[in-house]
């Protein structure tokens, strides 16, 4: 073999491994103005895959049409009774958009794919119509073996709908 042959196989497999990462996504809730609506964050591990004990994320929200509610991201109930606990710090960013950075940790318990966090929003009453985008970044995940991990992720968008007569 020559080295482009092997250098394509080595390429290959690594793509092959990223695609078997973790992902951590954001749900896309619709909702008309006035409404309390919310948003989840999910894990997905693929079979075979090591699940992660641990996360970390930023989420971010435009704040002009949306306050959440309560003092941030809440853990999901089931992730809370296997021991887990989600402390999260709120920072304002330009352009009037909000962002919290998360860690979900406790235990050595993997998380089993499903709900992890959920993002509870009121949107401004006579908010008009609009798609606001609810990103996620500076995703991180740790196995009970204290091994980094890959961890994909996928923005979500909170739909602001025509309110029904």
């Avoid at 992730?79 to 998360?102: D, E, F």
């Avoid at 860690?103 to 993997?110: D, E, I, K, N, R």
């Avoid at 995940?141 to 923005?155: D, E, I, M, Q, S």
Wanted: aromatic fraction near 4%.
């Amino acid at each position: 073999m020559n080295r482009a042959h092997i250098a394509s196989i080595a390429l290959t497999l690594i793509a092959c491994m990223e695609i078997h990462a973790q992902t951590l996504t954001l749900s896309s809730p619709s909702a008309a103005a006035g409404a309390v609506i919310a948003a989840e964050i999910t894990i997905t591990t693929p079979a075979g895959s090591p699940q992660p004990a641990s996360l970390e994320w930023t989420v971010t929200f435009p704040s002009r049409d949306l306050t959440l509610i309560g003092d941030g991201p809440t853990i999901d109930p089931v992730r809370q009774t296997a021991g887990k606990m989600l402390v999260c710090r709120g920072t304002w960013k330009k352009n009037m958009t909000y962002s919290y950075h998360c860690l979900l940790a406790g235990g050595v318990t993997p998380l089993a794919d499903g709900p992890v966090a959920i993002l509870r929003f009121q949107i401004r009453a006579g908010a008009r119509p609009a798609v606001h985008p609810l990103e996620l970044e500076n995703l991180k995940a740790v196995t009970a073996a204290a091994k980094t991990t890959r961890l994909n992720g996928g923005n979500g968008s909170l739909r602001i709908v025509v309110s029904p007569i």
